[in-house]
Nanobody, 124 residues
Framework: VQLQASGGGLVQAGGSLRLSCAAS????????MGWFRQAPGKEREFVAG????????DYADSVKGRFTISRDNARNTVYLQMNSLKPEDTAVYYC??????????????????WGRGTLVTVSS
């Protein structure tokens, strides 16, 4: 499974960005997907997860109500719509794929496949 995240950039506080993650895999719908982020000097943290079907989602408290994860299994793509961005959202954002679990995990170790990340910078 190869994952390629895109859509990062520089945005002012209060603005929006939409991240995309394209997967090169024949059975994309078999994988739960997650978005994580890592700020300088900090550990990688869970942002959002979505089940293989797209029916259920999970969010970190810090982004709940501002970010929306979605997926298009026909396009092998998962998205992260980020609204009302804050300077503390500045980080490299990674998408990841998890297989063989009943729910998209929040732990980094629950994901076997990772994209290379895309940088989001929110200016104040």
């Amino acid at each position: 499974v190869q994952l390629q995240a895109s859509g990062g950039g520089l945005v002012q506080a209060g603005g929006s960005l939409r991240l995309s993650c394209a997967a090169s895999v024949c059975t994309f719908s078999n994988y739960h997907m997650g978005w994580f982020r890592q700020a300088p000097g900090k550990e990688r943290e869970f942002v959002a997860g979505i089940t293989w079907s797209g029916v259920s989602t999970d969010y970190a408290d810090s982004v709940k109500g501002r970010f929306t994860i979605s997926r298009d299994n026909a396009r092998n793509t998962v998205y992260l719509q980020m609204n009302s961005l804050k300077p503390e959202d500045t980080a490299v954002y990674y998408c990841a794929a998890s297989h063989g679990r009943s729910w998209p995990p929040r732990a980094v170790g629950g994901y076997a496949y990772w994209g290379r990340g895309t940088l989001v910078t929110v200016s104040s």
